[in-house]
């Protein structure tokens, strides 16, 4: 399981860019809201903690994960955002719109990342139920939020 071989919630700070004058985009999905504000308050805590001024840090929702890619595209096509951070909870039901959406999103924000040439980080928790989200988001596999923002900040680091 990648979790248990690595981590992020335990990234290593050390070498990572100043990030005092960058701007972040986070693109926030409403639905499993709980759960998805509580990777917020850990995205927003880590870019804080690593130096990002609170005035530079903008969170924008989306009623749910599908609208991650537009939310993020509305984000990086402005000069004002250096990285965009997506997050989202997708949970498996009794039918197969779990896999439309996860697909969609990863190629979705794929693409953004690549037409604007920005990060535009995947921190898409997607899981069987709602404790094993719960687990990644504050539980026992850490919080996908702070492992989304230290993707963030190391690839604005790129070079
Ligand atoms: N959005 C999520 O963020 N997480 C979900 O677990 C989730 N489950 C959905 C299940 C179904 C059957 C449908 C139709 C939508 C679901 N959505 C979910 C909402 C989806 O991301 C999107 O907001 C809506 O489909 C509107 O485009």
Same mark, same amino acid.
């Given at each position: 399981?990648?979790?248990? *071989?690595?981590? *992020?919630?335990?990234?290593? #700070?050390?070498?990572?860019?100043?990030?005092?004058?960058?701007?972040?985009?986070?693109?926030?999905?409403?639905?499993?809201?709980?759960?998805?504000?509580?990777?917020?308050?850990?995205?927003?805590?880590? *870019? @804080?903690? &690593? +130096?990002?001024?609170?005035?530079? /840090? &903008?969170?924008?929702?989306?009623?749910? #994960?599908?609208?991650?890619?537009?939310?993020?595209?509305?984000?990086?096509?402005? !000069?004002? /955002?250096? !990285?965009?951070?997506? *997050?989202?909870? @997708?949970?498996? +039901?009794?039918?197969? &719109?779990?896999?439309?959406?996860?697909?969609?999103?990863?190629?979705? /924000?794929?693409?953004?990342?690549?037409?604007?040439?920005?990060?535009? /980080?995947?921190?898409?928790?997607?899981?069987?139920?709602?404790?094993? !989200?719960?687990?990644?988001?504050? +539980?026992? &596999?850490?919080?996908? +939020? @702070?492992?989304?923002?230290? !993707?963030?900040?190391?690839?604005?680091?790129?070079?």
């Amino acid at each position: 399981m990648a979790t248990a *071989l690595k981590n *992020l919630s335990d990234y290593n #700070s050390e070498n990572l860019p100043d990030i005092s004058g960058k701007r972040f985009g986070l693109v926030v999905a409403e639905w499993n809201k709980a759960i998805t504000d509580t990777l917020c308050k850990g995205a927003y805590e880590t *870019l @804080v903690k &690593h +130096g990002a001024k609170p005035e530079n /840090i &903008h969170r924008n929702t989306v009623p749910g #994960s599908f609208e991650l890619t537009l939310g993020a595209q509305f984000l990086a096509q402005s !000069a004002d /955002i250096d !990285a965009v951070i997506c *997050l989202g909870v @997708v949970i498996k +039901g009794e039918t197969k &719109h779990d896999d439309y959406i996860c697909h969609a999103v990863a190629n979705g /924000i794929t693409n953004v990342a690549l037409k604007y040439n920005k990060p535009v /980080i995947f921190g898409l928790v997607t899981t069987n139920d709602e404790q094993q !989200a719960w687990d990644r988001a504050g +539980g026992k &596999h850490g919080n996908k +939020g @702070v492992e989304a923002a230290a !993707a963030a900040i190391q690839m604005l680091g790129f070079n």
